[in-house]
């Protein structure tokens, strides 16, 4: 249709196959935008994953990129100029500086994977062996070889990606999609929009500093890339969008211009949460959220504990799915089990969560990281109190009130914000209805995908 923006969303480990706060918020943005075509990239680990939405009329086409997946080409001998091109990429980023990768992107056949032929270079080797005497001395060269040839050949198989022709390319984060989003702006000449919902480089490192089988240079590698990508994004995006301005600054520092940058903060279909408030008899405390290792799950149980002995008569709910990481869940299972907590403590699986709104005493977030979580907005919208980890955006959401924040990991220090609550009803509902008119004048779904729809026709178009 003439005068429609065809946008490419460039999506790493998200939607359509995971559920949560991105995928989420990439199916309202298309849902909502129903005058914008969205053709997917989605970059994923494996084949055949299940897909976990129903994608809009307004989906054109879906691309999933596997990064695992052995890709075939043609052989042919080492191109000597393209070796020295990443080798001296290379000397730049070990010399503190940021190159320029156009020639190496234009250089590299679309579809064709580098790997194989860098692999069979002698001026890659040597840089490869070079590199390992001088930085990894302390462990074994197979290490580090085996820790570069995996990081280079899914860089090597982004670069050389077949991209889908639109008019923008959006990336809803920085990495490997980030980097998709850089050779789609290369060889095809057409925006590139960056939107961080967290911050990819700071979320990378620290998974890599808890993985104990990488270590050394190894870790230090990992970490500098991701780092570098971050980098790399922020010096050609046209655009690069976070959703607080904490967030903002922290890309300011890692090098993004102050001219390219701006806040859109997540936001909720508010008449939608506003629910009819049914008090039910006890006390219910419950949390929103995927049963995985970042929302703490655990935590949550051990203030169940706590709260348990000082409130006899609580309840705790635990609103979400349950089938993403089934051994965390099992553990779950047992701490709740060997804290004595089966009569009170109740995992519901996927559930309509208005329901739960409506009855809720207090909504707990225990994660160790988040961006913006939505599940905040929603609470305050259907008048429920909120206490939570210090993580991400929560401080500000929570009007940086300290009687209702707690460190990660803090059972004892989330409790004492949910007794808070228990004690003093009359002074809550002046804070609840505070933060139900902060959310309404702030955090309006519609309007917020309205600004995105003004930078897609204004890019798009142009």
Known sequence: MAGRVKVCLILEGSYPYITGGVSSWVHQLIGELEDIDFVLFTISPATDQPVHYELADNVVAHHDLVLSQRRGSKKRAPDKKLILEIKSIHDAFFAGSMPDISALIKGIPEGHSLSSEAMGSAAAWEMITSRGQLKNPAYPFANYFWAWK?????????????????????????????????????????????????????????????????????????????????????????????????????????????????????????????????????????????????????????????ISDYIPEACFHCIGPTDEDEAYYEDCKILVKSLRLQEKFKFTGRQNVLEYYSFLDVLLLTSVREAQPLVILEAYCAGVPVVSTRVGNVPELLDFDDRFIAPPKDALQLAEGVKYIYKHPAEMEGVIEKNRERVLSFYERKSLHQAYRDIYHEYGLS
């Open 150 to 306: 995996s990081a280079h050949d899914m860089i090597f198989t982004i670069l050389a990606a077949a991209l889908p022709e639109a008019d923008i390319y959006h990336a809803v984060s920085t990495g490997y999609a980030g980097l998709t989003a850089i050779n789609a702006k290369i060889r095809l000449d057409k925006p590139f929009i960056l939107t961080e919902h967290g911050l990819y480089h700071k979320e990378r490192e620290m998974e890599i500093r808890k993985t104990p089988f990488i270590r050394g240079y190894q870790r230090d590698m990992w970490i500098n890339i991701f780092n570098t990508l971050s980098r790399m994004c922020y010096r050609h995006a046209d655009l690069i969008i976070a959703l607080f301005e904490h967030n903002r600054r922290l890309q300011l520092e890692l090098g993004a211009p102050e001219e390219k940058t701006r806040v859109i903060p997540n936001g909720i279909d508010t008449v939608r949460f506003m629910v009819k408030r049914e008090k039910r008899e006890g006390f219910h405390v419950g949390l929103v959220g995927r049963v995985v290792p970042i929302k703490d799950i655990k935590t949550f149980i051990s203030m169940a504990r706590i």
